[in-house]
């Protein structure tokens, strides 16, 4: 019997077909797909006839599609619906993944191909895209170790395939530890919260079998319930156990692969010839240098770290008002932030919340795509991997562009947090591809699900990155949708965020869930003008990550990284009341994979970008200029890696923005 998974999929759209598919098809699938792989890298590295770019690096882009599928399907599901036997599986296949594609970027003969090709490019007559793709495939090859020899090339094999397990053993632990923690409420304990708050504490319950409501960590339950819960002692329970999660000794403590992660990584990069991982994770980024991404965060942390201090005071204040002596605590700022948010802009989340109606927010977010792209989104009825996906077929006119679908929901079995990933990302070779892009979020769910302000900011921000792969128009897979530098990734994802800002956007589609009137005036210029408000705690809670994740890459190894923390967060005198975004032990961007190690300040990079590209809206037509819309979608949102990401840029905007367009944004310094 053919395996499900690859077999021809003959779904609507060749969408996965997951009601196929069982957990028992994975394994089997994976071998058979490796060693179809295999089969495909020897007959390239071995073929007789003389190097050229067709039958090298063009049939190392066609190799490999039965192991996309296996792993597309796989790691979708272990992501957003993991269970004992995907967990279990995932710790099995990330250590034959490694040693897979170690035996591709060391197979010598393979390299040499390769290199043969690279050093002959002025002779090829390749198109620019096609030199652009012997260019990475190169570089790639020699990032990866291809130049060494004998017990350095078997020694960094070992250390990717531990580097794999560990990343694996990281997530796992992670989940664990935000799966299995819970605190009961009493009745009484609900006193002083919002009616979504419990009804999202009593779901909870439901869900973890209790007798009553439940605060979960969760960041849709926990972080309102720090907002709005009157009760001191219950907020300081929940936030230590918060952040606490991946430090509580035992089987799931994250602490010591930390240690072994950062130990490899410095390993490794000084097998390359690199001072430092951070010297070599940087090398392809469009910050290229540790300095330079130093000065950029603390050019930011100076005027963020004042503008908090500030704010403290503040709120301190309003705590011994209430007749709490004593420092103000990270447990308290959320909650007296929120007061103070209502006091300031007479605006809360309890009145807000009933006009960012999720079904309205995600219309909101197609309605934009189409005035500024032409896109058109029609429901699909297939099946999926979980009760709670939807899926969309994206066409403009008329014709099919691709296939989108959205996991919105918080649960037990998803890992926290917020992503797109591309099931099957676009491209014309070896045979035409439309994309399927899926976002993943953790929303409360609700009758009807409600959103946070920062809810519906992170669905567009999803939202854009989903876009970047949704119009990507390239021919090799690649180089194809978000395949770009990681500082460079977050522009389009963030830029998008500005279009929930629209006051004509907020006007149509933030209606309220009971009467479907419009958000009135008064409140939808409240909501604009305090669209700023606590950017201190936000800038600093951030940055504080990013000095972490860059101080422990740009020097040795630390031995103890909570140490190294500490003394990171002692140096930039981090504000007591406000804890990091992401600490050590669960600091997943980091930790779970190499994606953002020496990257986490990439989001600020690219914001940067993202407030200027923006202006470039407002400064034309406004925000909906289509002549505006033409040139992101031409020079950025279709173009994948096929050029450098600064050049990308500059052919946008015609310029490289300062910082100044990021701090003003924020409100750090006066516009």
Known sequence: MTNPILSDWTTPFEIAPFAEISDDDFSPALEQAMQAHNAQIDAIATNPEAPTFANTVEALEAAGEQLDKVLSVFFTVAGADSNPEREELQRAFSPKLSAHFSGISSNKALFQRVADLWARKDELDLTDEQARVLMLTHRGFVRAGADLQGDEDARMRDIKARLASLGTSFTQNLLADERDWYMDLSEDDLEGLPDFVVASARAAGQEKGADGPVVTLSRSLIVPFLQFSPRRDLREKAYQAW???????????????????????????????????????????????????????????????????????????????????????????????????????????????????????????????????????????????HPDCRAWEVTRNGQHIAVFIGDYFARGSKRSGAWCSAMRSQAKFPKAQAPVVINVCNFAKGDPALLSYDDARTLFHEFGHALHQMLSDVTYESISGTSVARDFVELPSQLYEHWLEVPEVLAEFATHTETGEPMPQEMLEKVLKAANFDQGFQTVEYVASALVDLAFHEGAAPADPMAKQAEVLAEIGMPQAIGMRHATPHFAHVFAGDGYSSGYYSYMWSEVMDADAFAAFEEAGGPFDLERAKALEKNILSTGGSREAEELYLAFRGRLPGVEALLKGRGLIAA
């Not at 070599?280 to 965060?297: H, Q």
């Not at 709490?324 to 309890?350: F, Q, S, T």
């Open 243 to 385: 952040t606490a999660r991946g430090a509580n000794g035992g089987e799931t403590d994250n602490r010591q692969i930390a240690t072994d992660i950062l130990t490899l990584r410095e390993e490794r990069a000084k097998l390359l010839g690199y001072n430092s991982f951070a010297d070599y994770k940087l090398e392809t980024e469009m910050a290229g240098t540790p300095e330079r991404v130093r000065d950029l965060l603390m050019q930011v942390w100076d005027p963020a770290k004042a503008r908090a201090d500030a704010d403290a005071e503040i709120l301190t204040r309003m705590m011994q008002e209430d007749g709490i002596n004593g420092p103000l605590e990270a447990w308290d700022w959320r909650y007296y932030a929120e007061k103070r948010h209502k006091a300031e802009h007479d605006l809360d989340e309890v009145s807000l919340k009933p006009y960012l109606q999720l079904d309205r927010m995600i219309e909101a977010a197609f309605a934009c795509a189409n005035r500024l792209f032409g896109l058109e989104f029609a429901p699909l009825d297939v099946p999926l991997y």
